[in-house]
């Protein structure tokens, strides 16, 4: 019975392991500051828990792959605290950068334009699932050791490089400053 359960014991942590590595929980966080933009944003809004605005992302993508137009990069803006406001009423915009807005967009959709300026820039090519936890601490921290303080909401581009890669994916985190 003993062998049974640190068989069990160890095949949870090997399970665990390999988890934390398939997400990228060992992996590093570039930071760096730099201006970015102009962008062109194609979104849906969404009211709820961040970890679900996937779900508008995909309308927008279906609606551009529709209309001949693939999103190269989908992205969600993320609006308020969730250490401050109750989840089911976080806000965010969720959609595609895009070149050219197509015609006669469908209904909720809208368009924003997102000026060039100075953000502090996390590159990450784990999950982006894991950034609260893994991105969010270190630029924070980044944040404090260079004394700038945020000047609005962040924004997270998710890019996808292929399918069948392992790293094939790559978040860059935009933590808009002050000049």
């Known amino acids: 019975?003993?062998?049974?359960?640190?068989?069990?014991l160890v095949a949870m942590i090997s399970f665990g392991?390999?988890?934390a590595n398939y997400l990228?929980?060992?992996?590093?966080?570039?930071?760096?500051?730099?201006?970015?933009?102009p962008y062109t944003m194609l979104y849906i809004d969404h009211v709820g828990p961040y970890h679900k605005i996937s779900k508008e992302i995909e309308?927008?993508?279906?609606?551009?792959?529709?209309?001949?137009?693939?999103?190269?990069?989908?992205?969600g803006?993320?609006?308020?605290?969730?250490?401050?406001?109750?989840?089911?009423r976080l806000r965010s915009k969720a959609g595609c950068i895009v070149q050219n807005v197509p015609a006669n967009l469908p209904e909720g959709f809208k368009t924003e334009e997102v000026p060039l300026r100075k953000y502090v820039v996390a590159s990450f090519t784990g999950s982006p699932g894991i950034g609260p936890m893994k991105v969010?601490?270190?630029?924070?921290?980044?944040m404090k050791e260079k004394g700038h303080?945020?000047?609005g909401p962040v924004i997270e581009i998710y890019e996808?490089?292929?399918i069948s890669e392992k790293n094939a994916m790559t978040t860059t985190y935009l933590f808009p400053i002050s000049n």
Do not use: N, W
């Not at 969010?136 to 980044?142: A, D, G, I, L």
């Open 17 to 19: 392991l390999f988890l």
């Open 136 to 142: 969010y601490p270190k630029v924070e921290e980044y």
């Open 77 to 88: 803006e993320y609006l308020d605290d969730p250490k401050t406001m109750e989840e089911v």
């Open 59 to 75: 309308k927008v993508e279906k609606f551009l792959s529709a209309q001949g137009t693939p999103c190269k990069q989908s992205y």
């Open 24 to 37: 990228g929980a060992f992996k590093g966080v570039e930071i760096f500051e730099g201006e970015q933009g």
């Open 149 to 151: 303080t945020a000047a």
């Open 1 to 8: 019975m003993r062998y049974f359960l640190v068989f069990i």
């Open 160 to 162: 996808i490089h292929s």
